[in-house]
């Protein structure tokens, strides 16, 4: 139940003014540039982007500076700016087969085209603190070394050759887009990856682990992993042709499946794909593996009742903005709702009194 | 599409490096050129999303991964050459240049355009690539098999 109640202005007011004095901290210390925040922060960056399903680094680099830091509030800030901009269209689907990659491994071929390229990676840091940190941030000098002229191909596709993996079919030129129809189940797997991509990292992160751990049998192996930037191309109708718009940033990557086969399929090796805005890597592994475990109806598996394969629990269950929405808007005031709540269970009280006394008086 | 019988290559390429650049750059190399042709606005700068789209499974359908801002402008010369830009982020001063880049490259500025613009551009942009791709390239890995004791 909903009653208009006014008062609180002067309150909230102050405690704008409040969160701003505090977003801003100690003022001795020199204030964060959103520059500062949008070239150091990358990584919080990225998440902002993916997960706010805008790529656009300054804006998110301001979304996390407002947000001070909150990751999830600054994802919505850029939600609610998403939906002011027009529509200019779609882009053409990105060609990852041209990323110029950062980072390029796959844990299934040592010695595939292209080679395995580490980039910038966390992996194989001893996970020290670092206090040369704290006192400078001089970066070392980077080595370098002639730049590869040879393609990388998806590993994928030497597998697709020899036909031992499934073959992706073909869809709609213009996916279902959840951003301007309400998701409806079953969902198409445009859906569920549009889902996935844009869903929390750490939600889509623990499904994944689940499937690992033995809820829905997936024991996945990452064919490949790639990370680097690719152009966006899009149809421009005042011109007649297309143009690339822009050059992002993605993680690619796409898991390989073992498969015993079905009544209608032969043995074969299965997919699970994901693909995240910016460098995002865990990410991009979790959504491959729920992916995969989503894909049980298709692949004629049966259902383990495992969460991961719950299309409903997952896609309902990823969005964080709506999460958060309904979740924390429970500390927002309800208190007629409580007051008969209350007003309830003073009466059933009052009843069951009356019933001890009846019962020991008889 | 054999991009040598593609009559529009040249402007996609010019377009596309337009998209493409920092918009800081192409203020600075426009500023530089002290050209500041006549023209009519036809759409005055304006932003907007477009929808990224990629492949399930890198080859198979089409979804929709998320948006991106573009900036978007036309403009008309006193000739009435008509030129388009669509730029990446919020750049309205950046689509308004890109515009007038098109404009000019299909007119007699065209060589003065090239060289004192799009050519700075383009050497930016395969800088930053080639050095991008050779700080990679140092990172990547060379196994060595152990050799086991067999004589």
Known sequence: MYVAVKGGERAIDNAHAWLAEERRGDTSVPELSVAQIRAQMTLAVNRVMAEGSLYDPDLAALAIKQARGDLIEAIFLIRAYRTTLPRFGGSNPIDTEDMACDRRVSATFKDAPGGQVLGPTFDYTHRLLDFKLAADGDAGDVQVAEPQKTATPHIMSFLDREDLIQTEPAGKDVPDDLTRTPLELPASRALRLQSLTRGDEGFILGLAYSTQRGYARNHAFVAELRIGAVAVEMDIPELGFAIEIGEITVTECETVNQFQGSKTQPPQFTRGYGLVFGMTERKAISMALVDRALRWKELGEDCLGAPAQDEEFVLYHSDNIQATGFLEHIKLPHYVDFQSELELIRKLRREAQANIHQEAAE | ?151
């Open chain 2, 1 to 151: 599409m054999n991009m040598v019988s593609d009559p529009n290559a040249a402007r996609k390429g010019w377009l596309s490096l337009l998209a493409k650049s920092p918009a800081a750059d192409v203020a600075t190399l426009w500023a530089d050129m002290t050209i500041n042709p006549a023209h009519t606005l036809l759409r005055a700068p304006e932003i907007g999303g477009v929808m990224v789209r990629g492949r399930a499974g890198a080859i198979g359908a089409a979804f929709n991964l998320g948006e991106m801002t573009v900036t978007r402008a036309s403009v008309k010369l006193a000739d009435g050459t008509i030129g388009h830009g669509y730029v990446q982020g919020r750049g309205k001063d950046h689509a308004l240049c890109a515009a007038l880049v098109d404009a000019l490259m299909q007119t007699n500025a065209a060589e003065a355009v090239d060289a004192g613009l799009l050519a700075p551009l383009r050497n930016a942009m395969a800088s930053c690539k080639t050095t991008r791709a050779s700080k990679a390239a140092a990172t990547k890995v060379d196994f060595f098999t152990m050799v086991r004791g067999e004589d």
